[in-house]
């Protein structure tokens, strides 16, 4: 079984390409989610996710994403 996970948010910064010893590609960036749930005093709460990616998605999302300013 395989489980999906959809996160809507925005980009904290451009995603940062690595390669692994084997030549592997390696993505990682941080997206900002807001929580549906408000704060003690009513505020909106952000989640901040860390996101890794391998292989060709990790070369896409590089090549694609970049945060605006």
Same mark, same amino acid.
């Given at each position: 079984m395989v489980n999906n996970v959809v996160l809507v948010g925005r980009l904290t910064r451009d995603p940062e390409l690595r390669k692994t010893t084997s030549g592997m590609s390696v993505a990682s960036f941080t997206i900002a989610v807001d929580d549906s749930r408000k704060g003690p005093n009513g505020e909106k709460v952000t989640i901040f996710m860390p &996101?890794? #990616?391998? !292989?060709? !998605?990790?070369?896409? &999302? &590089?090549? #694609?994403f970049e945060k605006e300013i």
């Open positions: &996101v890794s #990616l391998f !292989g060709k !998605g990790a070369d896409t &999302v &590089v090549n #694609l």
